[in-house]
């Protein structure tokens, strides 16, 4: 069965992966931007990232059939240092007109921190500016729920966002309700130890009846799994989903919203 | 909007009781072996005990109870992040960084 894969840091896998999603049934992957592990020294070291995930890896993707699109910000964890992320911030402009970025992101929380805060309502009114999708991360572990509470307080402020226009990702159990329930898309993130079990994902799809759900593998240099999509899908066979069922989570929902984008082609399916 | 077809119904302790079962075992050993290495005061642990108890909430509601018992019950910004990562529980003040 195709899928799109709607969250996988492409920059920090290999080649391999990108045959292995191939033959599984991947034909779109989204990369947003994200925090290299390290923190970069300067501006410049974003404007290289921007045209990595802009220019270089679309033509990666492109060698196995996959469509790759990317989201632009400067991550939560580098937003600290306000000053930098004023510089990478006016970077963003004009690589939003390259033809595969569809809009800002993963903005977001990552401590809670009041300068976290100011940089991602910056980057909404950014977003709003440039009437830009947002795809949004929501905090690690311990600071989710907090996070996830401050982002929907801040978002109330940007009534130039059309809820429907915004995605909240790594939702789990205590938090999905309160992002769905104010009318924006969520993400469920399967990986192997925090974030969501491909079961637990399942749960949330059935409880809320997979509406404005998407789920990705938010594959990256950490441990992840870049096939966790399909998998997913194979255990919602198992738990007896049908085949139109399984359609919606794996193609039609994540096609819904990304094609609010007009930059969004929807590929055939193989 | 698309219609919602619910899931046939298929016999969900069959697949997936043993893992439950496997998972519940490795939480019973993990606790035995911070025991015995006289590690069982620290706040992860005690977060983990805490949590446990949420396994017997009469509702279908155990996996938020758990995912809230671990979470920062605060709700203003912190001055300033200190750090990146997150442990998985609520550090008691002076652990925070």
């Given at each position: 069965m195709n899928y799109i894969e709607p969250h996988g840091h492409m920059v920090s896998r290999t080649t391999d992966d990108y045959e292995r999603m191939a033959l599984a049934g991947c034909a779109v992957i989204c990369e947003p931007a994200f925090w290299a592990g390290f923190d970069r020294a300067s501006a410049q070291?974003?404007?290289?990232?921007?045209?990595?995930?802009?220019?270089?890896?679309?033509?990666?993707?492109?060698?196995?059939?996959i469509e790759?699109?990317?989201?632009?910000?400067?991550?939560?964890?580098?937003?600290?240092?306000?000053?930098?992320?004023?510089?990478?911030m006016a970077l963003i402009p004009e690589f939003l007109n390259q033809p595969n970025v569809l809009g800002i992101g993963e903005i977001g929380l990552?401590?809670?921190?009041?300068?976290?805060?100011?940089?991602?309502?910056?980057?909404?009114?950014?977003?709003?500016?440039?009437?830009q999708l947002v795809l949004i991360h929501t905090p690690h572990l311990e600071d989710k729920r907090k996070g996830t509470r401050l982002i929907l307080d801040a978002l109330k402020n940007f009534s130039g966002l059309n809820p429907g226009r915004v995605l909240v990702d790594h939702v789990e159990e205590h938090t999905a309700g309160m992002v769905l329930e104010q009318g924006f898309w969520a993400g469920l993130t399967l990986y192997p130890e925090s974030k969501c079990t491909p079961a637990r994902a399942i749960d949330i799809l059935e409880n809320f009846r997979a509406e404005q759900l998407w789920i990705n593998s938010a594959c990256d240099w950490g441990i992840s799994d870049p096939l966790a999509v399909?998998?997913?899908?194979?255990?919602?066979?198992?738990?007896?989903?049908?085949?139109?069922?399984?359609?919606?989570?794996?193609w039609n929902n994540p096609t819904q919203f990304l094609s609010q984008s007009p930059k969004f082609k929807q590929p055939s399916k193989a | 909007m698309s219609q919602w077809t619910a899931p046939k119904t298929v016999n969900l302790v069959d697949l997936g009781f043993m893992d439950a079962r496997s998972k519940l075992i490795d939480l019973a050993a993990f606790l035995d072996r911070?025991?015995?290495?006289?590690?069982?005061?620290?706040?992860?642990?005690?977060?983990?005990?805490?949590?446990?108890?949420?396994?017997?909430?009469?509702?279908?509601?155990?996996?938020?109870?758990?995912?809230?018992?671990?979470?920062?019950?605060?709700?203003?910004?912190?001055?300033?992040?200190?750090?990146?990562?997150?442990?998985?529980?609520?550090?008691?003040?002076?652990?925070?960084?």
């Open positions: 070291g974003f404007a290289d990232y921007f045209r990595q995930i802009t220019q270089y890896e679309p033509k990666r993707a492109a060698r196995f059939g790759h699109y990317s989201w632009l910000c400067i991550n939560p964890k580098e937003a600290e240092d306000t000053a930098l992320a004023a510089e990478v990552n401590k809670n921190s009041r300068n976290e805060l100011k940089v991602f309502e910056q980057h909404l009114q950014l977003a709003q500016d440039h009437q399909p998998r997913t899908l194979q255990m919602m066979r198992q738990r007896g989903w049908t085949q139109a069922m399984i359609e919606r989570v794996a | 911070v025991e015995r290495a006289g590690q069982q005061d620290d706040f992860r642990v005690q977060a983990l005990r805490e949590a446990i108890a949420c396994l017997q909430l009469p509702q279908a509601q155990r996996a938020k109870a758990v995912l809230d018992s671990f979470s920062d019950p605060s709700s203003e910004p912190l001055p300033v992040a200190t750090v990146k990562g997150a442990c998985g529980a609520n550090p008691p003040p002076h652990l925070r960084a």
